[in-house]
Structures are given as C-alpha cells and as structure tokens.
C-alpha cells in the first residue's frame, strides 16, 4: 500500500530563518507525483511545490526548495527566510502516474514562525 | 472564474439522521475525492471518482456514500451509520496525476 508520512508533528523556527520539513514515502510505482501543501488557519489548501518522479532535479519555488532523494523515498521541504505568513500546517502527498490517480496525504507538520 | 465549490461550510446533524455534502467543480476535473480532517490530524480518504458513474472506496469509507452522476458533481453523504461524524471535511479535484488539486473550502460537520 501507499503511504506517506510525516514524523514531525510541531515545528517552530525563528523569522528570517530556514526550517526544513521532513517526509517519507511507501510505493511500488515508477512514476508519481510529489506535492507539499500549506494550510493555513482559514483551513485554505494552498499548494507550495510538486516534483515529478521522473525528474532529478530538485523544485525550487521562490523561498520554497525540495530535496528529493528517490531511492531513499524521502521528500523534504525547505522553507528559506521563514515568515509570519508561513504558519500553518505542512501536508506532503502523494499520487502515483498510473491508473488509480489516488492521492493521499501524510498527518502534516504543524509550523509556528515566531517573531 | 473556475473553481471547486463546498456548502454549505457550516452543518449541524441531530444523531441519527443522514446528510449530505455538496461538492460542485467547473474545472472540467475527472478526478474528486473527499477528504476527512479531524482536529490535530491529517486529512484521510473517504471515496475517490475518477470518472462519472464511478468511485472508490479510500481507508474510511464506511458510514459514507457517494454519487458520480455527473462529472462537475461529487456529492457526500454522511449516514447514521458512521459512528464519529463529527469533523472537518474537504472535497477535492484534479486532472490525472500531475496536476495540483484544487480544494473547496471545506465544510464542518457537528453533531448535536
């Protein structure tokens, strides 16, 4: 079965600084999509970055940043020059490329920027 | 504009008794699915559709149904079955793979 999971529940880091959210992933497939999503508390799902499987090179999206390690299964997310606006709660997901389009989610990280 | 469209984002259910959720999308999305979110935690897959007439089961299916008359439409329905409805619930759609998901804006079911 397919599975992701996020072993960091809480998370805090200063403004201005980086933070980097871990993720890890279970799948047989060979092709799949990586997503981190934000949810802020509006409860909005916001996305913030995906990576194609098949692409080796990591995505980069203004402050946001991955680090993609595919045979490790490993996903993170790296938040540079943190902001108030950051907080929120971090999902990593998961759909595979092939015929079951299922996308699941991990438990999420909840991050706190502090002042 | 395009978008996906929940309501109504506030419902309250006496025990007992079924509801439903609405769930309506014009991005022309194959794929809907509906989420579960409880307080703390990360958000589990009730039903998926990825085509009209169509749908699975996700890890938390039972106590819920769904219906995939129509493509823009992917209604929820909660039954008296479903021991602990209380929760925060989320529809979502997309195209195959890799394309985001586009989210509603949720709707908070309680139980009273």
């Known amino acids: 079965a397919q599975t992701v999971t996020q072993s960091q529940p809480e998370m805090s880091v200063q403004e201005a600084e980086t933070v980097t959210l871990s993720c890890t992933y279970d799948t047989s497939e060979s092709n799949y999509y990586l997503f981190w999503y934000k949810q802020p508390p509006s409860r909005q799902m916001i996305l913030v970055i995906r990576?194609?499987?098949?692409?080796?090179q990591n995505a980069t999206e203004n402050r946001f940043s991955v680090n993609f390690q595919k045979a490790a299964k490993s996903f993170s997310l790296k938040i540079s020059d943190s902001q108030l606006g950051d907080t929120a709660m971090y999902f990593c997901?998961?759909?595979?490329?092939?015929?079951?389009?299922?996308?699941?989610f991990g438990t999420g990280t909840l991050l706190a920027v502090q002042p | 504009d395009g978008g996906i469209t929940q309501s109504p984002k506030y419902l309250f259910r006496k025990e007992g008794q079924n509801v439903t959720l609405s769930c309506e999308q014009n991005l022309n999305h194959d794929a809907m699915y509906w989420y579960r979110q409880d307080p703390g935690q990360g958000l589990r897959l009730i039903y998926y559709?990825?085509?009209?007439?169509?749908?699975q089961k996700g890890d938390i299916a039972e106590g819920y149904s769904v219906s995939r008359e129509k493509k823009e439409s992917f209604p929820l329905t909660v039954t008296s079955a479903q021991k602990n409805p209380t929760a925060f619930y989320l529809c979502?759609?997309?195209?195959?793979?890799?394309?985001?998901?586009?989210f509603g804006q949720g709707t908070r079911l309680t139980v009273v």
């Open positions: 997901a998961f759909v595979d490329g092939g015929a079951t389009n299922k996308l699941i």
């Open positions: 979502a759609s997309n195209d195959w793979g890799d394309t985001e998901a586009f």
């Open positions: 559709s990825q085509i009209v007439n169509d749908f």
């Open positions: 990576q194609e499987a098949y692409k080796q």
